[in-house]
């Protein structure tokens, strides 16, 4: 079945270090793949989105890679600060026309001062 | 700057009631989406609209309905709400294939 996954274990890093997360799908070719934030009780925010033919992107303190080969997207943030703790959420495509996302769990990352 | 709203932040409702969740988006979008989110299940697709009038089902309608009569605007419904519907739920919308833009949620609590 098609599936997507993300880190499990919440991860906690130190202020000032690059955190980096995980992606990971199977059984899709999706034509691009996207990431979000999501802060508690709100709705999840759109950051960064990279397509297939695209190996890497970059926002600000934000980078994001993908590849189609092994199936893995990886997200980046450097120079982390406190205010970079969230749920960081992967969304693929379903391919096609499909208007639908399929989401990933989600990975809770924390920044301690 | 794109917005996505939702009529509640918070609602309690008990069970058997009828209960309506509305969504305005002012991007001039085709598609919008309804989605619940709960601790461990992540975002689960109720359903989704890619034009007026129109819905597809998505991965858990049982127990709701929907109505898009104008393109800003996609009702979540529950007919006679049950305390398994007690979740966050979140609109959001599109254009095309791309990004999705969501609203603040509404915490729904059935009692």
């Known amino acids: 079945s098609q599936k997507i996954e993300q880190n499990s274990e919440a991860l906690n890093i130190q202020e000032g270090k690059t955190a980096t997360l995980t992606c990971n799908y199977t059984?899709?070719?999706?034509?691009?793949l996207q990431w979000y934030r999501q802060d508690p009780g709100r709705g999840p925010v759109f950051l960064l989105l990279?397509?297939?033919n695209e190996k890497e992107k970059r926002k600000e303190r934000l980078k994001v890679t993908f590849d189609t080969t092994l199936k893995q997207s990886l997200f980046h943030i450097t120079a982390s600060q406190p205010a970079d703790s969230a749920t960081y959420l992967c969304?693929?495509?379903?391919?096609?026309?499909?208007?639908?996302?399929?989401w990933g769990l989600g990975t809770s990352l924390a920044v301690n001062p | 700057d794109v917005k996505v709203t939702q009529s509640s932040r918070y609602l309690v409702k008990r069970t058997g009631e009828k209960v309506f969740l509305e969504c305005v988006q002012d991007?001039?979008?085709?598609?919008m989406f309804w989605y619940r989110q709960d601790p461990g299940l992540g975002l689960r697709l109720i359903y989704f609209?890619?034009?007026?009038?129109?819905?597809e089902k998505g991965d858990i309608p049982e127990g709701y309905s929907v109505s898009r009569e104008k393109k800003e605007r996609f009702s979540l419904i529950l007919e006679s709400a049950s305390t398994n519907q007690t979740s966050m739920y979140l609109c959001?919308?599109?254009?095309?294939?791309?990004?999705?833009?969501f609203g603040p949620g509404t915490r729904l609590t059935v009692l």
């Open positions: 969304a693929l495509d379903e391919g096609g026309n499909n208007r639908k996302l399929i």
């Open positions: 059984n899709y070719s999706p034509a691009y």
């Open positions: 990279i397509r297939e």
């Open positions: 991007m001039d979008h085709e598609n």
């Open positions: 609209s890619y034009d007026v009038k129109m819905k």
């Open positions: 959001a919308s599109s254009r095309g294939t791309d990004t999705q833009y």
